[in-house]
C-alpha cells in the first residue's frame, strides 16, 4: 500500500451485474481450480507449478523493493513496486497520458481489449452502488495511504511468467493503463504497482481463476537487500510455518485481526491492535497509544547507557547517537536487549506472536546513529490501522494462503532463491 497508506477505491460500482453473469464467473473459477483436491490435473505438481520472482530494493535508504515483470507481445520489462496493501496492478501508460511520473522504461503501450465495466474483475474495483458511464470501459481510480494516486482503464494484456519447472506460462490477466497519477510522499521511481492483496482483480488471484496457481503470495525480504517473491504454494514446508487465520472482519487487507503489544515477553495491556501485512510499506506504524507507550518503554529501557536520543538526525523521527557511529544493527543490538512482540488473538486458539528482534524495528542512519523504523500511523493518517512494514518482515518468509485464509511467517535465508527439486517431483 506504499508507505502505509490506506487505498481509499473511488471506482465504480456495480451492481447491475446481473446476477447470471456472477454466477457463470463464479462456477468457472471454482471448476478452474477446486479447492482441497491439490491432485487436480490442472495443478500439475505443487513445486513446479509455483511463479519465482527475484526482487531487489532495501528498507532504507532505498524505501522499496521491485519486482521485474515482463507484459505485451512482445514481452518488455517494467519495474513494479510490491504490494500487499492494494489489489490493483496498474503501470504508467500511453493512453495517451495526461500526467505520469519518470519512470525507468518507456510507457506501456496498451492493448485494445478493454475490459467491460460490469466485468466481476472491474466490479471489484469499485463500490455496490458505482454507475458505469460506458459500460465498453473499466475506469479506475486507487488512492495511496501517502496521498498518490492513479487513474485509469483496465486492460488485458500477455503477462509472460515461468513455472519454477521450466514450463512458460502466458495469460492475459487484466491491468490498470494509469494514465493520470499523482505522486505521493513516498515517491519510488517505479513503472507501476504489483497489487498482491486479497482481492478479486490481484494477479494472483486471476492466474488462480485461470486454474494456473494456487491463490498463495508469499515473500522473503532480505536485511541485505533483495530477495524474492513467489505465486503458489509449492516453496515452502507448511509444517516450518508459523500460521494465523487471516480476519474475517477486516476483509480488505492481510490482517490476523487484532494484537497485543508485548514487551519483554509480557503483554503490555496494549490491545486491540488492528493489525495488518503491507510489503508496500517500508517502515512499522502504530497507532499514536501504541506508539506513545512503546517510545517511553525503550527510552525507560536506553536510559542510564550510553545512547543519546539524537534529534539533529532527521532521518526518522527517533535516532540515538552512540560512543561511536554504529556500522550495523547488529552492533547497536546489545542497547536493545528486550523483547517486542505483536500477540494475535486468534479466535481463542493459542495466541500467535510475530516477534520483532532489534533488526525488525532498527536502521542505522547514514550518520551512524540507531533509529527506531516504527513509526506513529496516527500522524500519517492511519487512525487505528497499524502496519506491519518491510523492515519488520525482513529475513522471514512471509505467506499469504488466500485460499485457507491463514497468514504465516517463518524465519528464512532471503539471500538466496529457494531451492526447489522439481525433478523430484515430476
Ligand atoms: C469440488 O470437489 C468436491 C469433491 O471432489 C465436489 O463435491 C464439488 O462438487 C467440487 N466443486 C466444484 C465447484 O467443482
Ligand atoms: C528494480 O530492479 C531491477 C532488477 O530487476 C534493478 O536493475 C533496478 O535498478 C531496480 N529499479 C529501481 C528503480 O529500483
Ligand atoms: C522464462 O524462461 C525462459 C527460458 O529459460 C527465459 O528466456 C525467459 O526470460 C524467462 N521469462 C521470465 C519472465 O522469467
Ligand atoms: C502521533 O501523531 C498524532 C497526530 O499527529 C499526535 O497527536 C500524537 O501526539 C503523536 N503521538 C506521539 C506519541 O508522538
Avoid at 523493493?65 to 519495474?79: A, D, E, L, R, S
Wanted: net charge neutral; hydrophobic share 35%.
Amino acid at each position: 500500500m506504499r508507505k502505509g497508506q490506506v487505498n481509499v477505491f473511488f471506482l465504480l460500482l456495480f451492481l447491475s451485474l446481473s446476477s447470471a453473469s456472477d454466477q457463470k464467473w463464479r462456477k468457472a473459477m471454482m471448476s478452474a481450480y477446486n479447492g482441497s483436491s491439490s491432485s487436480s490435473s490442472m495443478m500439475m505438481n505443487r513445486v513446479g507449478s509455483s511463479i519465482l520472482f527475484p526482487i531487489h530494493g532495501n528498507v532504507y535508504p532505498t524505501g522499496y523493493y521491485n519486482v521485474t515483470i515482463y507484459i505485451g507481445h512482445p514481452p518488455k520489462p517494467y519495474f513494479l513496486d510490491l504490494d500487499t496493501g492494494s489489489d490493483l496492478t496498474w503501470l504508467q501508460c500511453n493512453a495517451p497520458c495526461v500526467h505520469c511520473i519518470e519512470a525507468p522504461h518507456p510507457l506501456y503501450q496498451p492493448s485494445n481489449d478493454l475490459v467491460a465495466c460490469r466485468h466481476p474483475l472491474c466490479a471489484a474495483l469499485h463500490p455496490p452502488d458505482y454507475k458505469c458511464e460506458s459500460p465498453d470501459q473499466c475506469d479506475y481510480e486507487v488512492e495511496y495511504a501517502d496521498g498518490g494516486s492513479s487513474l485509469g482503464v483496465l486492460v488485458r494484456d500477455v503477462f509472460s511468467l515461468n513455472y519454477t519447472n521450466g514450463v512458460r506460462l502466458s495469460p492475459r490477466l487484466a491491468l490498470g493503463c494509469g494514465y493520470d497519477q499523482i505522486p505521493g510522499t513516498s515517491y519510488h521511481p517505479l513503472d507501476g504497482i504489483l497489487g498482491l492483496g486479497r482481492g478479486k482483480s490481484s494477479i494472483v488471484s486471476q492466474l488462480q481463476s485461470q486454474g494456473l496457481v494456487r491463490n498463495v503470495v508469499g515473500h522473503c525480504l532480505s536485511g541485505r537487500g533483495g530477495g524474492f517473491l513467489f505465486f503458489g504454494d509449492g516453496l515452502y514446508d507448511s509444517s516450518h510455518v508459523t500460521w494465523t487465520s487471516m480476519s474475517q472482519e477486516f476483509t480488505k487487507y492481510y490482517s490476523p485481526g487484532s494484537a497485543e503489544l508485548h514487551f519483554g515477553g509480557k503483554a503490555t495491556g496494549i490491545k486491540n491492535l488492528i493489525v495488518i501485512f503491507d510489503s508496500g510499506s517500508s517502515y512499522t506504524y502504530l497507532n499514536s497509544q501504541a506508539y506513545q507507550a512503546l517510545t517511553l518503554l525503550l527510552k525507560k529501557e536506553l536510559s542510564g547507557q550510553s545512547l543519546k536520543e539524537a534529534p539533529e538526525d532527521q532521518t526518522l523521527p527517533l535516532c540515538w547517537k552512540g560512543r561511536k557511529p554504529f556500522r550495523s544493527v547488529h552492533d547497536a543490538k546489545k542497547y536493545f536487549k528486550t523483547s517486542l512482540a505483536l500477540a494475535f488473538a486468534n479466535s481463542g486458539r493459542r495466541k500467535t506472536q510475530f516477534e520483532l528482534h532489534p533488526e525488525a524495528y532498527l536502521i542505522i542512519s547514514n550518520k551512524g546513529n540507531v533509529c527506531l523504523g516504527i513509526l506513529n500511523g496516527t500522524q500519517v493518517g492511519l487512525q487505528n490501522l497499524n502496519v506491519i512494514g518491510d523492515i519488520s518482515m525482513q529475513d522471514r518468509m512471509v505467506v499469504y494462503d488466500n485460499e485457507k485464509q491463514v497468514i504465516g511467517w517463518s524465519p528464512a535465508n532471503c539471500d538466496h532463491l529457494p531451492r526447489f527439486k522439481s525433478a523430484y517431483y515430476m
